[in-house]
Each structure stands twice: as structure tokens, then as C-alpha cells.
């Protein structure tokens, strides 16, 4: 079962829950078939307030950062640096919004206007499936963003209430929250795409070299594999247990370090992204249901040929061999 990824914006925390549709949303994340984040804004958006019902109700979801932190003033951290693997467009969604307001020198941009662009934007930066809002301008301009090429849906709770409930229904045949849990407990630990499992390998067919290995050992999802370019030249090679080999310049690993059944090199991690040359290549986190979820990849021969590519729900395989062992998918 594929985790959709909702971030939510500060006026959908909902701590008295008078939005109904967030409510059922609220009963998905519960259940673990769908998982509810906020971003680091949020804690700019809140202030130096103290402790409220809305603060409260936040803390219980994960926050996302993004590429770097960005201050709009000195007394404040407006955006927090998280494990994307994109770089920050907070000001090219800002000026997309808010592109009818013409520029008024002795009036600089309003700074709420510039933390719903850092929203959206670390919502973007992880490659979300939603970012719900009941923000006029933010919604108004989805399909300016959607041009652009920012692949965050935006949408009210409602529109993606319905959204998900169309597809548990014609997936799953129920959109019950206990039916749909029991649906994604009946698989393995590791979710990849859509398909669930405690181990997979995915081999090129050319030469049958393996690009990646998932596997639960030892309670922990360990990871195994080997990142090339668009030429086929090794960049990367991952091992549980070692450090990361570094083949050659031009690839990264970020990760939210920490105890977490997700090991990747030596480190335990609640989420990890890697890129070759600014381009995500393999992503990995944690869900609230404690499945490991892989929802982008992109795996590369020794010829450089896209053999298999993870994005969302669908696991496309272009030549490559895959064995599955554990629960079948």
C-alpha cells in the first residue's frame, strides 16, 4: 500500500476539530495509511508565542525542513535545513502567488505571504502528494505552480479528502480507516512504490548486477546500493554497516539522523535522501506506522540506461530484474 504524504498549512491544524474533513484525514494518519506533516515554517508562523491548542496539536506531526535556512530577520529562523533533496524555489513560488501584486518599493513583501512560498516550497522539495491550504491565493494559483512544474497537489481538505477516498475505494474497496489499516499491516515492513515486502533486490537484466537490495534484518530496514549517472559511471556505493564510498564528485547523501528501524552507510536515520548532480536518485523514510517507504528512485546500468524508476505509488522497471522473497506483492 502506497503512504500518501499531506502537509498541512497552519490554518489547517485543526486543534479544535471544527474542520471535519481534516478530522477524517487526522483518522488515516492514525490508522498509518496516510501521513500528515508540517514544515519548519510552521515554528516561525507560531512565534514566540507560549504553549496554545494549535502548538500543541502540531507537535504530534513530523516537520519537514528544506535545502537551507533562510531568515527574513535576525530574531527568527523562517525555514529550517531537513533532509530534501531539491533545492529551495521559495522565491520563484513566491513571485508565481504573488505575481499580479505589483512590486512597491516603499512596501517590501509581506512576510506571512513569504512563509506560505516557504510552505509550499519545502512541501515541493520533498515531492509530497498534497499541501492543504484554505489560503485564497495559494489555491488560486496552483495551476500558475502546476506550469512551472511544482508537483505538490494544492488543495483544500475537502478536495483531498475526496481525492483519497476515490482511491482507497477503487484500490481497496473500502475507505474504512480500520479496513485500510489492516490492508497495509497484511504486507511486509518495506514499501516500495506501491508494493509491499521484507526484501527486494532489484538487478540489471544486462549483466545482472544488483542496484539495490532492501532487506529487514535485525528489526531494522538495511540498504544496499549502487548509484550511478546518466553516463553509468559509479557515483556512489552503499552498504550497511560502512561508510558511504564516495566514487566520484557530484553525489550526496542528506539524512534527519537518529534512532529509527532505517539504516543507511553507518547511521540510523528517520528519513535520507540521495542525489547525483542535483537530481534525486533514491529516498527513504520512516512512516508513523513504522513501515520503511521508498517513494523516489532512479537506477542506472553500467551503460547509464534508466533500469528502474520509483515514483510515488508506481515502481516502473525498464529491463530490470526484480525478486521479491518475504510477503508477496
Known amino acids: 500500500m502506497y503512504i500518501h504524504r499531506i502537509v498541512i498549512d497552519t490554518n489547517q491544524i485543526n486543534a479544535r476539530g471544527k474542520i471535519r474533513a481534516m478530522n477524517r484525514l487526522e483518522e488515516y494518519h492514525h490508522a498509518g495509511v496516510v501521513e500528515i506533516l508540517t514544515t519548519s515554517t510552521l515554528a516561525a508562523d507560531f512565534g514566540k508565542a507560549g504553549v496554545s491548542p494549535q502548538r500543541a496539536k502540531a507537535a504530534g506531526y513530523y516537520a519537514i525542513g528544506g535545502s537551507a535556512q533562510i531568515q527574513l530577520s535576525n530574531d527568527?529562523?523562517?525555514?529550517?535545513?531537513?533532509?530534501?533533496?531539491?533545492?529551495?524555489?521559495?522565491?520563484?513560488?513566491?513571485?508565481?502567488?504573488?505575481?499580479?501584486?505589483?512590486?512597491?518599493?516603499?512596501?517590501?513583501?509581506?512576510?506571512?505571504?513569504?512563509?506560505?512560498?516557504?510552505?509550499?516550497?519545502?512541501?515541493?522539495?520533498?515531492?509530497?502528494?498534497?499541501?492543504?491550504?484554505?489560503?485564497?491565493?495559494?489555491?488560486?494559483?496552483?495551476?500558475?505552480?502546476?506550469?512551472?512544474?511544482?508537483?505538490?497537489?494544492?488543495?483544500?481538505?475537502?478536495?483531498?479528502?475526496?481525492?483519497?477516498?476515490?482511491?482507497?475505494?477503487?484500490?481497496?474497496?473500502?475507505?474504512?480507516?480500520?479496513?485500510?489499516?489492516?490492508?497495509?499491516?497484511?504486507?511486509?515492513?518495506?514499501?516500495?512504490?506501491?508494493?509491499?515486502?521484507?526484501?527486494?533486490?532489484?538487478?540489471?537484466?544486462?549483466?545482472?548486477?544488483?542496484?539495490?537490495?532492501?532487506?529487514?534484518?535485525?528489526?531494522?530496514?538495511?540498504?544496499?546500493?549502487?548509484?550511478?549517472?546518466?553516463?553509468?559511471?559509479?557515483?556512489?556505493?552503499?552498504?550497511?554497516?560502512?561508510?558511504?564510498?564516495?566514487?566520484?564528485?557530484?553525489?550526496?547523501?542528506?539524512m534527519m539522523r537518529g534512532p529509527a528501524p532505517l539504516r543507511i552507510g553507518i547511521a540510523t536515520c528517520k528519513t535520507f535522501t540521495v542525489t547525483v548532480n542535483d537530481q534525486v536518485v533514491l529516498s527513504g523514510r520512516v512512516s508513523p506506522s513504522g513501515h520503511v517507504v521508498f517513494s523516489e528512485g532512479r537506477l542506472r546500468d553500467r551503460d547509464g540506461e534508466l533500469v528502474a524508476e520509483i515514483k510515488g505509488e508506481f515502481l516502473e522497471l525498464r529491463g530490470s530484474n526484480m525478486r521479491f522473497s518475504g510477503v508477496a506483492c
Open 76 to 254: 527568527i529562523v523562517d525555514a529550517a535545513v531537513g533532509a530534501s533533496g531539491r533545492e529551495s524555489k521559495w522565491w520563484e513560488i513566491y513571485k508565481t502567488v504573488f505575481s499580479e501584486a505589483p512590486p512597491d518599493p516603499n512596501h517590501p513583501p509581506d512576510r506571512r505571504a513569504m512563509r506560505d512560498a516557504m510552505h509550499l516550497d519545502q512541501a515541493n522539495q520533498h515531492a509530497v502528494d498534497f499541501f492543504v491550504t484554505e489560503d485564497k491565493g495559494l489555491l488560486e494559483a496552483r495551476d500558475r505552480l502546476q506550469k512551472e512544474g511544482h508537483s505538490v497537489s494544492v488543495c483544500t481538505a475537502d478536495e483531498c479528502l475526496h481525492t483519497l477516498e476515490r482511491y482507497f475505494d477503487d484500490v481497496y474497496s473500502t475507505v474504512e480507516p480500520d479496513g485500510l489499516r489492516a490492508e497495509l499491516n497484511s504486507g511486509g515492513r518495506i514499501i516500495i512504490g506501491s508494493n509491499s515486502t521484507n526484501y527486494v533486490s532489484l538487478a540489471a537484466a544486462v549483466d545482472n548486477e544488483e542496484l539495490l537490495r532492501l532487506a529487514v534484518q535485525a528489526g531494522e530496514v538495511k540498504v544496499n546500493a549502487t548509484i550511478r549517472d546518466s553516463t553509468g559511471e559509479t557515483m556512489l556505493s552503499i552498504e550497511p554497516g560502512r561508510e558511504f564510498h564516495f566514487a566520484s564528485p557530484g553525489a550526496s547523501v542528506r
